[in-house]
């Protein structure tokens, strides 16, 4: 298998991504167990969480015996927020990948990434021409000039024809990029896990969310890329028709 060079640049921006949330807890304890669990005053077992719960509700009734006072409110009223540890940056991941996991850690999640970059390459450049080609298609039919090219498509059908293909570009293969993510965060979210391979994850993501696990933030993705391939196909056939015979 050929590796893709885009992958590390995935999994450093993935894992960046989510290390905020795996710092908060907010994708599993709250970060006073966490920081409890990890201060050794603690131990995870429902034992120390019940004992802990027990403290926490004593100590609540006897501050609610206790006169209250003005003076400092936010001391009696709100405990301590414990600090979270610093976020990562993108070197620091990269050498905590490969002291964890050596060089084959860079490239984890590669399978989804050559099924992303493939199909929804090919997935690109097929909506592009199909989309464009009717728009000239039409274009010569109405002026009698098969010589027309797709610079002559006016402005609004060149980014119609790209935004198409930026759609399809996620759409065709967008569940193999939420397995891909999902890999590449396992290590940030859930570093206790057993880690899964590209069918496993796939597999998990299905029995528990189904196909809309697969398709979690599709829209917001095809927001994105709608509007910018419409952009990036609408210039390059402007530039084209312009500057084109400089290169002929």
Not at 41 to 69: E, I, Q, Y
Not at 87 to 112: M, S
Not at 143 to 161: E, I, V
């Amino acid at each position: 298998m050929v590796a893709d060079p885009s992958t590390p640049v995935e999994l450093v921006k993935c894992r960046m991504q989510v290390q905020m949330l795996a710092r908060e807890g907010a994708l599993g304890a709250s970060p006073l167990v966490s920081s409890i669990a990890s201060s050794g005053l603690g131990s995870a077992s429902s034992n120390t969480t019940a004992t802990a719960t027990a403290a926490a509700a004593t100590s609540t009734a006897a501050a609610a015996k206790r006169p209250f006072s003005t003076s400092s409110p936010s001391r009696q009223l709100h405990a301590p927020s414990p600090a979270l540890p610093r976020l990562q940056g993108p070197f620091e991941i990269v050498g905590a990948t490969l002291r964890t996991h050596g060089l084959r850690g860079l490239w984890l999640g590669q399978l989804g990434t050559l099924f992303r970059e493939t199909g929804g390459g090919s997935a690109w450049f097929l909506a592009y021409e199909m989309a464009s080609r009717y728009f000239l298609t039409r274009l010569q039919a109405q002026r009698n000039d098969p010589t027309l090219t797709k610079s002559d498509l006016a402005t609004w059908q060149l980014m119609l024809s790209g935004a198409a293909a930026g759609i399809s570009y996620n759409v065709i293969l967008f569940p193999a990029d939420s397995i891909k993510s999902a890999i590449q965060t396992q290590a940030e979210l859930d570093p206790t896990a057993k880690r899964l391979s590209f069918v496993g994850m796939g597999k998990k993501i299905w029995r528990t969310r189904g196909l809309k696990g697969m398709y979690a933030g599709c829209g917001l993705t095809c927001l994105r890329s709608g509007p910018s391939s419409a952009m990036i196909f609408a210039l390059y056939e402007t530039l084209q028709g312009r500057f084109g015979y400089l290169f002929d």
